[in-house]
């Protein structure tokens, strides 16, 4: 069955010593990917370079950007002036850019546009919904706070906003936007999705620090997911046996939903290997396991399975092939192993090591912590485009 089509604008970050897309748009994309096929266009400067790997990286069919300024290309609608100009350089609209979004509009089923700099590239004739991905507000940014002169700056771009915002279906934002955009004037109808609308839920339980855990390893996961289940094998074949005589009592917990009987005689193969009933992620902080091992080799939401561990504090073992193909860089926030002996090494000094716990722990909820609420918009924003062609 074919994916459905996605087209996304974007603009690139002005400065050169920072990647071409920011964290958030290249989280967003790498998760949108799994589902749709996306033709990207990049508004402002991007080498050539930047243009392959992001294709590469992100799972992106199409990307386009970087062209350089023509005479033909024509000024910015006087509505939208404010908006541009961080990225493009010049208050006009690339005739090029232009023609290739227009061209791929008509193939596409919905448009996400997750910077207002890229708002005079919005195509017409699209056939499904128009979808913002609110990083943030120009009006707010510092460079328009204070004096006389900044003021009138800052007004003007707040009625381009919010003129460009009333044009889009739908506005996905982080909570913490939530106010800013209904001063700005942005009905609540165009809020209507759960990650800007409701508050946040109760507080993730975490771990209460090393000394509260056991010597245990956990293993969470859909436990009738055959990728799951390949991953979770390579564990125990090729690591827990190794693990397991170096560390006299230690004990394998695996938590999930539907476990098959196939996992059933899996788990049955293995001593000190204890399979739960119980689906809830909370069980491995009630049993006390001091690290969560996630391979990860054969899934395709690597994100989604690296947030969720890391966010409750518990140091985090995966695999260096599960990290390469995913679109976060979470860089020293788990243990990344190139290898069996690697990782079994890496849970020997976590399971041990109190500073270095500690230290993982703390990581690893901060990393979590900033890519969160972008997550949540990610699935959000998926959600809302597949239930617009039901």
């Known amino acids: ?6 087209l996304y604008l974007t ?13 958030a748009t290249s989280l967003v994309l790498g998760i949108l990917s799994r589902d749709f096929e996306i033709s990207l266009a990049i508004v402002g400067a991007v ?6 790997a992001i294709r590469s990286d992100l799972g992106v069919m199409r990307v386009t950007g970087g062209f350089d300024w023509r ?13 541009v100009g961080a ?16 061209r791929r509009s008509g193939d596409s089923d919905s448009v996400v546009i997750d910077s207002l700099e890229a708002a005079p590239y919005l195509p017409v004739g699209i056939p499904g919904h128009t979808v913002c991905f609110l990083q943030n507000l120009m009006s707010q940014s510092p460079e328009l706070q204070g004096g006389l002169l900044k003021r009138r700056r800052r007004s003007k771009a707040k009625e381009a906003e919010l003129h460009c915002l009333q044009r889009m279906d739908r506005v996905f934002a982080t909570s913490e936007m939530q106010s800013d955009l209904f001063a700005l004037g942005l009905p609540l109808g165009k809020l209507v999705d759960q990650a800007s609308l409701t508050q946040r839920g109760a507080p993730i339980p975490i771990s209460s620090g090393f000394s509260g855990t056991r010597m245990r390893i956990g293993y969470y996961g859909y436990l009738a997911d055959e990728s799951n289940l390949a991953s979770l094998r390579w564990f125990l074949e090729n690591v827990w046996d190794t693990i397991r005589d170096a560390i ?9 939903g539907d476990s098959t009987a196939a996992v059933k005689q899996l788990a049955a193969r293995f001593q000190d ?6 689906s809830k992620e909370q069980l491995l902080l009630e049993l006390g396991c001091r690290v969560v091992v996630e ?11 690296l947030l969720n561990a890391m966010s409750r504090g518990i140091p985090v073992v995966t695999a260096r092939e599960a990290v390469s193909r995913s679109h976060w860089v979470i860089h020293d926030a788990a243990s990344v192993s190139d290898s069996p002996t690697h990782m079994v090494l890496s849970l020997k000094r976590l399971l041990s090591e109190a500073t270095l716990w500690q230290a993982m722990s703390d990581r690893a909820r901060k990393a979590a912590e900033q890519v969160q609420a972008y997550h949540e918009v990610a699935h959000s924003i998926r959600r809302f485009v597949l239930q617009s062609k039901q």
Do not use: C, W
């Open 71 to 83: 005479p033909d290309d024509s000024p910015v609608d006087d509505r939208l002036k404010p908006l």
């Open 47 to 52: 080498s050539r370079s930047d243009l392959n």
């Open 295 to 305: 391979p990860l080799l054969y899934e395709n939401h690597i994100e989604a399975k």
């Open 87 to 102: 990225t493009n350089g010049k208050p006009t609209v690339s005739a090029r850019l232009l023609a290739a979004v227009q």
């Open 11 to 23: 603009s690139a970050q002005s400065r050169r010593d920072l990647p071409a897309l920011t964290e």
């Open 248 to 256: 006299p009592g230690l004990e394998f917990h695996i938590v999930g």
């Open 273 to 278: 290997v204890t399979l739960h009933r119980d």
């Open 1 to 6: 069955m074919a994916r459905p089509k996605l």
